[in-house]
């Protein structure tokens, strides 16, 4: 992601800090910040994008309040209402991207009841201390990356320049000769007062070998290294029926046995991506990446829960799952309001954590939801269908648009592809008018209706166009490509 702003309207957004990731601060982003980052991807929305912006602004202030205020201050919860395809999934995507604070996104259909098969709903605050630990564990990492790649150069040249004496022996070959040589070869205290020309020779050899390794020249060369292997091969014991359960007993088990070694020769690439992950383990120190991790999910967290519609009880919600429904919505209730969640790292209170939800609504109501849980979400905000207008915008604009995809895919074989803009209208018309005739699945429309246009492009590529050339789409191409399947009701209904 870029960290560069746009400008909103006529205001100049300041720049982005951005960390040593390339990432901008979440925490640091004003709302017009994370609008403007939003606005890079998503056409339209604002209320939503204001909402979510204002709402993650929160969290950073309610940091900086003293501290008897800060525990009274809540998230401002929010639903997000929209029909489909209209960017609701999207925006949380895409937040998530801006990173810094831990982020979940869970789909509310996925779970059920306390006691049915299927995922519990802790089970989503356990999913949030995961990636917080993670975040914190990769910021971490990245602060000692270096040191720990010079410590793995060492660990290189040690196995790149085994002992002269004996065979070849690594170094933790047993022999306590082999070890001082060793000892020798690394610092440079022994070398000193070692027998000098042998010494001074292998030193040499060293900074040849260090050279070399520097510019990449040793990256295929052979070497021996030992590796720790996990004593409980791809076992991993957290079935779907013990979610509830709260760790992995492979991954337990796996701590409690002793661990086994085993040498194995890998190329020095490989090695040093081996060994800068055990140097890493060493220097980063995961007590505290936990403390962090926990304190982070607790006051920055947030839990997208998408497609929060699918457990609302609604009139035309047939029947038998309602009671389950209501059940998830029940179970929910404490964990929005605030509760307290085992997980494997510890307690975790989810009383500042923010909620995100995200439904269509097209059968139910937020009105459905259990009265309670409607409270927890105070802040509504609509997202609105998307018309002709924005297809364009949506085709053209977003970073990821579809079109420079297409564009990107199509560079790849050597060609290019080129599109009028009286094309892109037409592209826009055509989803458009297919979204009035059948159901209005909004951009997802131009989803189907590029992959058809572009079939036999994307086909007769590389054959048909040779190096360099251009393949021009003007809107006469997408009319003649899409007119017969438009027109004929049946076609149209299979293909877009
Ligand atoms: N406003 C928009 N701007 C840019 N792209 C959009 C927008 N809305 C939707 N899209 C595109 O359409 C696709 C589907 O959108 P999204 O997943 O956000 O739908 P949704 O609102 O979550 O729908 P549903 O209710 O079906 O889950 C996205 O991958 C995105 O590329
Ligand atoms: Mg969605």
Redesign the pocket.
């Known amino acids: 992601m870029s960290d560069e702003a746009t400008p909103i309207g006529e205001q100049e957004v300041p720049d982005l800090t951005a960390d040593e990731t390339g990432l901008p601060d979440f925490g640091e982003l004003t709302p017009r910040q994370i609008v403007a980052e939003l606005d890079q991807?998503?056409?339209?929305?604002d209320d939503a994008k204001r909402a979510v912006a204002i709402a993650l602004r929160n969290r950073w202030r309610r940091r900086n309040v003293e501290s008897e205020l800060r525990d009274e201050i809540l998230p401002n919860n929010i639903i997000m209402i929209?029909?489909?395809?209209?960017?609701?999934?999207?925006?949380a995507r895409r937040l998530s991207r801006l990173a810094g604070a831990p982020f979940v996104k869970v789909e509310a259909s996925k779970f059920t009841e306390v006691g049915y098969v299927g995922r519990d709903v802790e089970s989503m605050v356990r999913d949030l201390v995961d990636v917080a630990v993670n975040l914190v564990r990769v910021e971490r990492e990245d602060e000692v990356r270096d040191e720990a790649a010079d410590r793995v150069e060492e660990r290189l040249l040690d196995l790149l320049l085994p002992p002269v004496a004996a065979g070849p022996v690594g170094p933790d070959g047993g022999d306590s000769a082999e070890r001082r040589f060793l000892v020798g070869a690394e610092g440079q205290a022994a070398s000193e007062e070692a027998e000098d020309p042998q010494v001074a020779r292998r030193r040499r050899t060293r900074e040849k070998l260090r050279g070399l390794l520097r510019d990449e020249k040793l990256e295929d060369r052979e070497i021996e290294i030992e590796v720790t292997e996990s004593a409980l091969p791809m076992m991993d014991m957290t079935a779907t029926g013990m979610e509830g359960v709260d760790w992995n007993f492979g991954e337990v088990l796996s701590d409690m046995l002793p661990k086994r070694t085993k040498r194995r020769r890998v190329r020095v690439s490989e090695a040093r991506r081996i060994l800068i992950s055990e140097e890493l383990d060493k220097l980063v120190d995961m007590d505290e990446v936990v403390d962090d991790a926990l304190d982070r999910a607790e006051t920055m967290g947030i839990i997208f829960l998408?497609?929060i519609d699918k457990v609302a009880g609604g009139a035309g919600g047939g029947g038998g799952p309602d009671v389950s429904r209501e059940g998830v919505q029940r179970d929910l209730l404490p964990i929005v309001e605030g509760s307290t969640v085992q997980t494997k790292y510890g307690l975790v209170t989810t009383e500042h954590v923010l909620f995100i939800a995200?439904?269509?609504f097209h059968v139910s109501k937020p009105s459905d939801l259990v009265p309670e849980l409607q409270g927890r979400f105070p802040i509504r905000v609509e997202?609105e269908s998307?018309d002709e207008a924005?297809f364009v915008r949506?085709l053209l604009e977003?970073k990821?648009a579809?079109l420079s995809q297409y564009r990107a895919l199509v560079a790849t074989e050597g060609a290019e592809l080129e599109f009028t803009p009286e094309a892109i209208e037409e592209i826009a018309r055509i989803a458009a008018d297919v979204n009035q005739r059948m159901e209005n699945i909004?951009?997802?429309r131009?989803?189907t209706v590029m992959t058809t246009l572009l079939d036999d492009v994307m086909f007769g590529l590389p054959e048909e166009w040779s190096d360099g050339q251009t393949i021009r789409i003007d809107a006469a191409d997408v009319r003649s490509r899409l007119a017969r399947i438009v027109e004929d009701d049946d076609l149209r209904r299979y293909i877009l």
């Open positions: 991807y998503i056409i339209g929305q929209g029909p489909t395809g209209v960017g609701k999934t999207e925006i998408d497609e995200a439904g269509a997202l998307l924005d949506i977003p990821n579809l909004g951009a997802r131009l989803h």
